[in-house]
């Protein structure tokens, strides 16, 4: 058995699941939150204890410190040998990463070196990385990046119709988001449909806050709605989703902006909640469309950018075996998976209602025996993603996997 670190570092938190492999249990959830504030939080929570610690956490690297210690204190691990492995989500792997990669310090500077395509996350995970190599030196670190799982997305569907060179100089094209997420989801919908991914044309519809789709076709992304940024694509909680260029810089100019801010208007105060002026929280605005007419509008908007998105992509794939619902509202709101698929009725999409009802948060089939298309819930696991990339590359404890498969 070896114990691995999930970890997910933000510009002021950073966030861990603590799993035991190859059983995949998760043992602990451990957070520090507002690190460089006067006042911080150290979370530590498992399966019938919770630590919760006000103090100040002033880096990322003091944090690492003060949970590794707070694990050996309340005994969860009794020390640091137990930890096999660490792995670090990385929002931005560019070109240069298809596929999560054990980390040394040239991969560490190329991490760094990606921060322009991500630059209020990869420098936040890069510190968290260094953290942890001083912290448990010795012990594999792997990184594992939001856009591998799209680089195999084709030219024609990477490149935006702008001169080829700002391809070339700058790397102006499309590199996605979520693909941890997918990689998970789309395994597990083939495992639930009992059939090879290789054979599925399958559309993911990653609705949480951050939302975005996926067509896949033999086993792979082929195409995807976030773009250069996680900014483009359909209506998000509070990022705008695609929109005319040109009406971002009227914008600007009408409203003297830099482009800064303007770029922030687009990810912080748009979609739902720019829409609505009432919340980006889809459960607000479900409590409210009946009386409210901008949360009305705004909630049939986030539904018509979907079906619009998973009506191109079954052109793409010339057809639609599965599709799947994931993340918050995926996998809890049952009204905008009925809506949405109300309007699939043209590709033969059928659901049961009251299955879809009273499905939340689990894994289950949605659509009737007779649907054309197997449409499922598959809650996301990113964590596990990653757990399960550490001890594939780190090879640990690879005798005690190869055990656990024989024997599934
Ligand atoms: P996420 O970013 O995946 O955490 O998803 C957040 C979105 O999911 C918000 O719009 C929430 O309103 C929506 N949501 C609906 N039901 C739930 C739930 N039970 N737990 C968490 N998020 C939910």
Redesign the pocket.
Known sequence: MSKILAINAGSSSLKWRLIEMPTEKVIAKVAAERIGQAIGTIKVVGNGFKVVREMPVPSHHEAVQMLLKTLTEQKIINDFSEIGGVGHRVVAGGEIFHQSTLIDEHVLEQIESLAEYAPLHNPAEAEGIRAFMAALPGVPEVAVFDTSFHQTLSEVNYLYSIPYDYYQQYGARKYGAHGTSYRYVSQRAAELVQQPLQDLKMVVAHL???VSLDAIKDGQSYNTSMGFTPLAGVTM?TRAGDIDASLVAHLQEKLNLTTEQMIDVLNTKSGLLGLSGVS????DLLAKEATNHRAKIAVEIFVDRIVQYIGAYVAQLNGLDTLVFT???GE??SEIRLRICQSLGYLGVEIDEEINAKT??VEQLISTPTSKVKVLVVPTDEELMIARDVVELGQIESQDLKVAHAQK
């Open positions: 949480g806050n951050g909680g980006s929280d889809m459960r993340a918050g509202i809890n709101e939340r948060g």
